[in-house]
């Protein structure tokens, strides 16, 4: 099966997010020595850590890392099946921060949706812009990603694997359809 | 397959005894999730907003009792504490229509602590929503037993060593205790060694058909294990003269500055509270630094919050279908 995007590819869509990033807090005026990122666990957290390794070159400086557990922020969280929570870690305040959110796959938007609701726990955030790896179009709820990686309008009954090193054996995002009651996690 | 997929399925918590290591591991993986929580300046998740827990305690209680109500409300869920002595439960209602009336109000867990075993067990088949033990006369302590390993797990987690490496000894009125018996399961379910210790009054050879050892001399055991967890003594619960004196039993089963040096350099002290000062633990053990007591508290609270979410969790996830 062909992947919808190989490890060449992310790595592109990465760079080209990560330059966005920059010109859009240059155009923002933003305070970017204060800039912060926030991966949703656990991809997300991944995605997040690279951006943050690409944009410090440009930057001087290294952004912070956030890890964003948000199964207790869910608005399915009571239903079945009960999914065992990962943990937060955000070893730093939002509060003034420009931040970017980062997730692997937009889907119907209720993952965005509940992490904007864990963030505001955590201070109060100049502005949070949301980069996606992948929007696969659906959205349930009104949310739109500001940087994109790829676009691609897949059908609402197949699920979208987003695979990234170390957590998987190699970096590529797959396509497996017609998978039955499939649980939304984007 | 992953830490995602885990899944917790009981609607109730009623021992120790009867999980598997892998839900025992489920509930300390969500303790570890949720102690962060406490660490924030705004401590409280939506997880449980608009559930409602009650706190039904037939015997006092104050440290569980706030533990269980900070837990409840840090998930975001309304809190009752049921107040035994000035309810109608004295008036010779049953325990059964206590806890229908309860329920009727539309209540999603009830926190129950009782001097007779068994109570939550009994409870749990006359009500449809969760029951959590928070103490059943010397039969269990789950959140107890949890905390317990938690904060020792937390505390190995440094030396990169697990539960299954350890040597516990439990020290003190063993046959009263419920701590020692929630304790005794999740350590040796999770692989560790244990001892308990005691005057045979209150720990008798016939303890070993459990799976662990028992020793009546603390002095021959102490070098050789890594956490010494002391139990109170329970002056309420002793009947008859388990034990000749206050002195004697401070002199052979007290934990004192002198003992703890003979320990091994790396050992924890753990004690469930509240303490007798100078009987069971001496105040320079138990405020020394050997000795995990408030991280205890500390962790009881994230304990605490686990067994709500996933037993509150698990009970709505099922209504559901």
Redo the contacts between chains.
């Keep these: 099966m062909k992947p919808l995007m190989n490890a060449a590819q992310i790595d592109k869509a990465l760079n080209n997010i990560s330059d966005q990033i920059l010109a859009n807090l240059l155009a923002e005026s933003a305070d970017i020595s204060k800039l912060a990122l926030v991966g949703i666990r656990r991809r997300g957290e991944i995605l997040a850590s690279r951006l943050s390794d690409r944009l410090s070159p440009q930057l001087k400086f290294k952004p912070p890392v956030g890890a964003l557990d948000i199964t207790l922020y869910r608005d399915d969280a009571m239903r079945a099946p009960l999914t065992i929570p990962l943990g937060t870690e955000m070893n730093f305040r939002l509060d003034d921060r420009p931040v970017i959110l980062v997730d692997d796959v937009l889907f119907t938007g209720r993952s965005v949706r509940a992490a904007l609701d864990a963030m505001v726990d955590f201070g109060r955030p100049q502005f949070i812009r949301l980069a996606v790896l992948f929007d696969r179009m659906g959205r349930e709820y009104p949310i739109a990603a500001d940087f994109v990686g790829e676009r691609v309008n897949v059908d609402r009954h197949s699920v979208i694997v987003v695979e990234l090193k170390p957590m998987d054996a190699l970096d590529r995002v797959v396509i497996k359809p017609n998978a039955k009651k499939e649980r939304a996690t984007s | 397959m992953t830490?995602?997929q885990?899944?917790?399925?009981r609607p109730h918590l009623l021992t120790l005894e009867q999980l598997s290591v892998q839900e025992i591991t489920?509930l300390l993986?969500?303790a570890?999730?949720?102690?962060?929580?406490s660490t924030?300046s705004?401590k409280?998740?939506?997880?449980l907003r608009g559930k409602v827990v009650v706190n039904l305690f037939f015997e006092d209680s104050t440290r569980t009792r706030t533990s269980f109500r900070l837990a409840a409300q840090r998930?975001s869920a309304d809190v009752v504490d049921f107040a035994v002595s000035t309810s109608s439960v004295s008036k010779g209602e049953t325990l059964a229509d206590t806890a229908r009336n309860i329920e009727a109000m539309g209540v999603d867990a009830i926190v129950i602590r009782h001097r007779s075993s068994g109570t939550p067990e009994v409870l749990s088949r006359q009500v449809s929503c969760s029951v959590i033990n928070a103490g059943d006369g010397a039969h269990e302590h789950p959140t107890q037993g949890l905390l317990d390993v938690f904060t020792i797990q937390e505390s190995l987690r440094k030396t990169g060593r697990k539960i299954s490496d350890i040597h516990a000894a439990i020290v003190g009125d063993i046959i009263h205790s419920r701590v020692a018996r929630s304790n005794l399961w999740a350590l040796t379910k999770l692989g560790a060694k244990v001892t308990l210790v005691g005057p045979s009054t209150m720990c008798p050879k016939s303890m070993e058909k459990l799976g662990v050892s028992v020793s009546h001399d603390l002095d021959a055991v102490l070098p050789h294990v890594d956490v010494v967890n002391m139990l109170r003594v329970q002056f309420e619960r002793l009947t008859s003269a388990a034990f000749p004196s206050v002195r004697e039993y401070h002199h052979f089963f007290g934990l004192t500055a002198a003992r703890l040096a003979r320990c091994k350099p790396d050992v924890l002290v753990l004690h469930p509270g509240p303490m007798n000062r100078g009987l069971e633990i001496s105040s320079a053990v138990a405020d020394g630094p050997k000795s995990a007591i408030l991280r205890q508290v500390s962790n009881g609270l994230a304990v605490r919050m686990a067994v709500l979410?996933?037993c509150v969790?698990?009970a709505?996830?099922?209504n559901?279908?």
Excluded: F, M, N, S
């Design positions: 830490l995602a885990q899944h917790w399925t489920a993986d969500t570890q999730a949720l102690k962060e929580v924030r705004i409280k998740v939506p997880a998930l979410y996933l969790g698990a709505a996830t099922q559901a279908e």
